[in-house]
């Protein structure tokens, strides 16, 4: 990693472009990527003697573009568009520093525990966005499972319908949020599932100029749980015992191998913050200091605020409390990494 200051940020970025969808000229950003890395002597990142990993927390059109499924508006109606264009400078402005990105995608289909096609109440309907289900709505059977998607999801009925009652319990006995039906998100093969544009761009750029390759973590496929941590499920098993997904073991190693990690993304109140968690509690068993090598662009991610059904703001800033506690660094990309604490390079 160079010691050098910050880059200065290609003329091919537009802040104005943040809030858009559009395709990425690979080839053109390409060619400018590695006449930038010579013009500016950056070395592959191969040959950082000191290691920092970029962890983006799905940075995905379904949380971060407007007018898509679950924007992440934040308390400002505007939050992860101001997040993105305080998140892609700091990328180009330390290109030369971070030496690896991995960039985690929630990555689901429609008939999942959390959509509205997975449930119905005694009449047939399903619920509405936004509706919280807790393990009494499923023991009164104000909700139970839509048996008819049994057959298409290769299940037993029966089955499904005690892991209902096994999966809200064991959030609640977890303290964890009730099951949420989200809108319909971040679909596999559709344009909410993507990278932001200008995101997508300047990894792209990142990968070439520093001989990189971008790192993608997909997560939440599995049909019977939630997936807010890259890291692993918010339950891990069915009612009889059976793994229905697995921590990523491999992950947290990889990360814990490196110096630094500065970590951004959406939601500061969900898949952020059960991330860090399983990080930290990850830590814990090993050597509790490595919390340190943490660094959480609080100016990068905002917490889930739906006008009228549902704000979590005072759950993202108690956990980032909490992190700050265990050790990590709270810091913002408008401040050079040298200023921060404890900073290894």
């Not at 999942?112 to 009494?136: K, S």
Request: hydrophobic share 45%.
């Amino acid at each position: 990693m160079s010691t050098r200051t910050a880059l200065p940020v290609p003329d091919h970025y537009d802040p104005a472009a943040v809030s858009g969808v559009w395709r990425v000229p690979y080839e053109e950003r390409a060619r400018q990527a590695l006449a930038w890395a010579q013009d500016h002597e950056i070395t592959p990142a191969a040959r950082d003697r000191v290691r920092v990993a970029l962890l983006l927390v799905d940075m995905q059109n379904t949380f971060c573009t407007p007018g898509f499924e679950l924007f992440v508006a934040g308390p400002s109606g505007s939050g992860a568009v101001d997040d993105s264009r305080r998140l892609v400078p700091f990328l180009y402005r330390h290109l030369h520093r971070i030496t690896h990105v991995v960039a985690t995608m929630d990555s689901h289909q429609a008939a999942q525990i959390f959509h509205a096609q997975f449930l119905v109440d005694e009449n047939g309907r399903h619920p509405d966005a936004m509706t919280f289900v807790t393990a009494e709505d499923v023991e009164r059977g104000r909700w139970r499972f839509n048996d008819a998607l049994a057959p298409g999801l290769g299940l037993d009925a029966d089955l499904v319908g005690r892991h209902l009652r096994h999966y809200t319990a064991a959030l609640a006995r977890g303290g964890k949020y009730a099951l949420t039906v989200w809108p319909y998100h971040a679909m596999l093969g559709g344009i909410g599932h993507a990278l932001v544009s200008s995101v997508e761009e300047a990894v792209f750029f990142h990968s070439v100029a520093r001989s990189a390759p971008l790192e993608l973590q997909l997560k939440g496929r599995h049909p019977l749980t939630e997936h807010y941590s890259v890291l692993g499920p918010e339950v891990a098993a069915d009612p009889d015992g059976r793994p229905i997904g697995q921590r990523n073991d491999a992950l947290v190693e990889r990360l814990l191998g490196f110096d630094a990690v500065v970590v951004a993304g959406q939601a500061k109140s969900h898949c952020v913050a059960w991330t860090m968690d399983d990080l930290l509690r990850a830590d814990l068993w090993r050597d509790r200091r490595s919390a340190g090598r943490f660094y959480l662009l609080q100016d990068c991610t905002s917490p889930v605020v739906v006008p009228g059904a549902a704000d979590f703001t005072k759950q993202a800033d108690a956990a980032f409390e909490r992190f700050a506690a265990a050790g990590a660094h709270l810091v913002h990309a408008s401040e050079p990494p040298e200023s921060w604490p404890d900073w290894p390079g």
